[in-house]
Nanobody, 123 residues
Framework: QVLLEESGGGLVQAGGSLKLSCTIS????????MAWFRQAPGKEREFVAA????????NYADSVRGRFTISRMNAQNTLYLQMDSLQPEDTAVYYC????????????????WGQGTQVTVSS
């Protein structure tokens, strides 16, 4: 069980960039699977990206692959999402999530969530 807090959201113009951060309380959860999700108004929450505990493996939703980069710095208890070439369709509340079990890599079931940070992309 960990506490997560997102930051870095804001308003940007289409084609711009943002970098989101997620701080993790307590000791370094070195073996946690970490992920980013997002939810737009009136839509279901959707998967964005995930990264394993070593930081060597990651996967992305097709909609963001090539534009977003997920990374982590375990020594600083921080997860990142670098977002480039942002589009209006990326507008959503972005959440970070964590799981102690590797099965989250397969079934996308996470049991620790942050409160979210708003990202708005204008045309």
């Amino acid at each position: 069980q960990v506490l997560l807090e997102e930051s870095g959201g804001g308003l940007v113009q289409a084609g711009g960039s943002l970098k989101l951060s997620c701080t993790i309380s307590g000791s370094v959860p070195s073996r946690y699977i970490m992920a980013w999700f997002r939810q737009a108004p009136g839509k279901e929450r959707e998967f964005v990206a995930a990264i394993n505990w070593t930081g060597e493996n990651s996967n992305y939703a097709d909609s963001v692959r090539g534009r977003f980069t997920i990374s982590r710095m375990n020594a600083q208890n921080t997860l990142y999402l670098q977002m480039d070439s942002l589009q209006p369709e990326d507008t959503a509340v972005y959440y970070c999530a964590a799981s102690r079990s590797w099965t989250a890599w397969i079934n996308y079931e996470y049991d620790n969530w942050g409160q979210g940070t708003q990202v708005t992309v204008s045309s």
